[in-house]
């Protein structure tokens, strides 16, 4: 069983930066493929950004690209996802999620074992 955590949510304004943190249980973190998620009101869960368990290997949504950057600590079992110039559109509940049979992230939401239960991100224009 793993247990997720995420913490950072909060209010900015546009332009702003704030850094998401997922703080996961079990000994084997490392060997996980982790992924950071949103949901706006009345949209489906979409993927914002991966990264192996090695954190050599990072993917992104487009719309985010260059704005976010994923990254990993394992030996503190945490990922994180800082995210700059924030948008309007970036409001939503982002949540962690990890993929315990692989080392690799995915885009696919139905591909990943656990979540956690999400933080609120809202960015005034």
């Known amino acids: 069983q793993v247990q997720l955590a995420e913490s950072g949510g909060g209010l900015v304004q546009a332009g702003g930066s704030l850094r998401l943190s997922c703080a996961a249980s079990?000994?084997?973190?490392?060997?996980?493929?982790m992924g950071w998620f949103r949901q706006a009101p009345g949209k489906e869960r979409e993927f914002v950004a991966g990264i192996a368990g090695s954190g050599s290997i990072t993917s992104y949504k487009d719309s985010v690209e260059g704005r976010f950057a994923i990254s990993r600590d394992n030996a503190k079992n945490t990922v994180y996802l800082q995210m700059n110039s924030l948008k309007a559109e970036d409001t939503a509940v982002y949540y962690c999620?990890?993929?315990?049979?692989?080392?690799?992230?995915?885009?696919?939401?139905?591909?990943?074992?656990?979540w956690g239960q999400g933080t609120q991100v809202t960015v005034s224009s």
């Open positions: 999620a990890a993929r315990t049979r692989t080392p690799y992230s995915s885009r696919y939401q139905g591909e990943y074992d656990y």
């Open positions: 079990g000994r084997t973190f490392s060997s996980f493929g």
